[in-house]
């Protein structure tokens, strides 16, 4: 393991900068809003503010106040952050991104994870966290290779605690977090010792008998992934069968970049009209940013395409079923892109022991709802052993 910073040239931020400049702008169809993608107006004005006002230095700073380091796992890069908490008796946690995400993501939940004390909780309730890029994702760099589905990612976390001395460790994701995460439980049973989701998915059992009893919520949540997966899934159409093609777009154009990512914060959260009701406008570029500035814009949505193929069914990746031997946990927030219904997640999750419905957030809770997510995932990690 050697340590890592942050150092993007200046020349690749000039670069970008002349290129959102230059870019040529698509016609619109006027009063159609956000239905059939991102608003040009809103678009151009998010793309000037990123060339003109955002302040990427003080991102890059940011993320580099905390220890990162790159190790090579299984033939492939990995950057990882690894923040200690000064409790000494601190429980290991491994937290896993997804797509468009990034480590930048749990910015303002490590504080209050390594260090409760100051931050309203009991000294009990500390974390030492790792928190790594995904293979493919950012500062991992991408892969070379093929294979590197959820399982195989599962299994370099798994090397990942190992080689960081951990011997008893909790684990927590959401997006592509939550099958990594629990194939991590899968795969390393003697030492992950709870498995904690911001996100579950849950599929209708193939009995229809499985509907009876169902109450308004649970059929609303229902008829939402019904829509969500007629409407809503041609990112994950793109990336799971053309990746490549893909890639050259995103990994020419910034505002492409920018607009495939832009639009996943306005539908994915808890947000009114704009992305910005949710989520920072600084993130969504800190965020965007590193995609481009890595350009690891093909070989992310690489996950997409090995999770689908690798594992024969895109669906089985997510659905399960999970026969775990520890405890999970879930909350479930209710703008997210995945709604799931907790009798469907029982069948799936035999251990599953802590279920938290809250009543606002969405996709991205660590940026939406740092506090509620801090506060769950303690309250989970509590009624695990020790």
Sequence with gaps: MRSFRIEIPQSELDDLK????????????PGVGWDRGVPLGYLRELADHWRSAYDWRAAEARLNEYPQYVTEIDGTNVHFMHIRSPEPDALPLIMTHGWPGTVAEFLEVIEPLTDPVKHGGEP????????????GYAFSGPTG??????????????????GLGYDRYAVQGGDWGMPISLRLGLADPEHVVGIHLNMCVTFPPPDPAAMAGLDQADLARLEFT????????????IQSTRPQTL?????????????????????WTDSAKVPEDAVSRDHILTAVSIYWLTA?????AQLY?????????????????????????????????????????????????????????????????PQLLVGDIRTFARSLPR
């Design 226 to 237: 019904a829509r969500f997966m007629q409407d809503g899934t041609g990112w994950q159409r």
């Design 18 to 29: 002349q290129r959102i400049a230059s870019t040529r702008w698509p016609d619109e169809i």
């Design 145 to 162: 290779q093929v294979g590197w589905d959820t399982g195989r990612v599962a299994d370099a976390w798994k090397e990942l605690m190992r």
């Design 305 to 369: 395409y090995e999770s689908s193929h690798m594992d024969a069914d895109f669906a089985r990746t997510w659905a399960g079923p999970w026969p775990l031997e520890m405890p999970v946990g879930v909350a479930s927030f209710p703008k997210d892109a995945v709604r799931p219904v907790r009798r469907f997640a029982e069948q799936i999750m035999p251990t599953l022991t802590h279920w938290t419905e809250f009543d606002r957030g969405g996709h991205f809770p660590a940026l939406e709802q």
């Design 247 to 267: 890639s050259y777009a995103l990994t020419d154009s910034p505002v492409g970049q920018l607009a495939w990512i832009a639009e996943k914060y306005k539908e």
């Design 124 to 135: 009990s309730d500390a974390f030492h966290l790792v928190i790594p890029s995904i293979p």
């Design 296 to 300: 690891t814009a093909g070989s992310s």
